[in-house]
């Protein structure tokens, strides 16, 4: 397949993704706090097929983005957002598209704020205790990789105080 066709399909796909953005029932989930909130999908939507030169011109200047992920199974979506949030704090970050709540977790690590889920996952998140929201949010007491989600700034302690260690400043 020639560069112009694969260009003709990735913008077809695109059109398609917006289409499907627009017919799909979604709540919001606020993943810092795990909330249920009233938020409206950013009008600037990402797509994580396109390359990072034409997403990263795409956001400058922006205050709320939205990725759209077209699988589940599409890692392509957190890579992006871990990307823009390396680069800026302030941008405020949407996760759309084929999302289910087993995803909460790496989309909060990547630096995600907002995940907009699908309808149908709403009474899975409402049935759930607070204590089960919050092993969704954060189903690992300890991490050993930083992350866009700022519970790795914890580390460092954590690890002392799990070897009983000191180091030295």
């Known amino acids: 397949m020639n560069s ?14 917006t289409a499907v953005l627009q017919e799909q029932r979604t709540f919001a989930v606020e993943l810092r706090g795990g909330k249920v909130i009233e938020a409206d999908v950013p009008a600037l939507v990402l797509d994580p097929t396109h390359s990072w030169e034409e997403n990263f011109q795409k956001i400058q200047g922006a205050d709320s983005v939205a990725i759209f992920f077209p699988k589940a199974v599409d ?21 759309i598209g084929a999302l289910h709540v087993d995803m909460i977790y790496f989309l909060r690590r990547c630096g995600v704020d907002i995940c907009h889920l699908p309808e149908k996952s709403k009474a899975v998140v409402d049935e759930q205790t607070q204590a089960v929201k919050k092993s ?5 007491s300890l991490h050993y990789q930083q992350s866009a989600d700022s519970i790795a700034g914890q580390l460092a302690d954590k690890v002392q105080v799990v070897l009983g260690t000191q180091v030295a400043a």
Request: hydrophobic share 40%; no cysteine; glycine share 4%.
């Open 4 to 17: 112009m066709t694969m260009q003709n399909l990735n913008q077809k796909q695109s059109v398609d993704n």
């Open 75 to 95: 890692g392509r979506g957190l890579s992006l957002a871990a990307r823009i949030r390396e680069i800026s704090a302030q941008i405020q970050l949407h996760a």
């Open 136 to 140: 969704l949010l954060q189903p690992f």
